[in-house]
Nanobody, 123 residues
Framework: QVRLVESGGGLVQAGGSVRLSCTAS????????MGWFRQAPGKEREFVAA????????YYADSTKGRFTISRDNAKNTVYLQMNGLKPEDTAVYLC????????????????WGQGTQVTVSS
């Protein structure tokens, strides 16, 4: 069993930046892909970004390319999501997850989920 705990969410002004963290336990961290999803009030869950186990390959949703960066530190069992140029429409609960590949995660197929952290972007 894999346990994921997100942190780093909060209130930020439009145009600002925030870095989310997700720390994993229960399995060798580097052996699985990791990704981030978000869910805004009244909307379905949306894929944001994913990264391979080695950290060498990434996959981004079109809506976040050029603004968000996913990375991982396998020594710390942690994956990060750096979010720059935030917009009010980025407001959502952000969840991290594990998966087989970045491609399968982009389609919403994941094995384990964290509980999420709230990010609110003010106008």
């Amino acid at each position: 069993q894999v346990r994921l705990v997100e942190s780093g969410g909060g209130l930020v002004q439009a145009g600002g930046s925030v870095r989310l963290s997700c720390t994993a336990s229960g399995r060798t961290f580097r052996n699985y892909a990791m990704g981030w999803f978000r869910q805004a009030p009244g909307k379905e869950r949306e894929f944001v970004a994913a990264i391979s186990g080695s950290g060498t390959s990434t996959y981004y949703a079109d809506s976040t390319k050029g603004r968000f960066t996913i990375s991982r530190d396998n020594a710390k069992n942690t994956v990060y999501l750096q979010m720059n140029g935030l917009k009010p429409e980025d407001t959502a609960v952000y969840l991290c997850a594990t998966g087989f590949t970045t491609a399968t995660m982009a389609r919403g197929t994941c094995d384990y989920w964290g509980q999420g952290t709230q990010v609110t972007v003010s106008s």
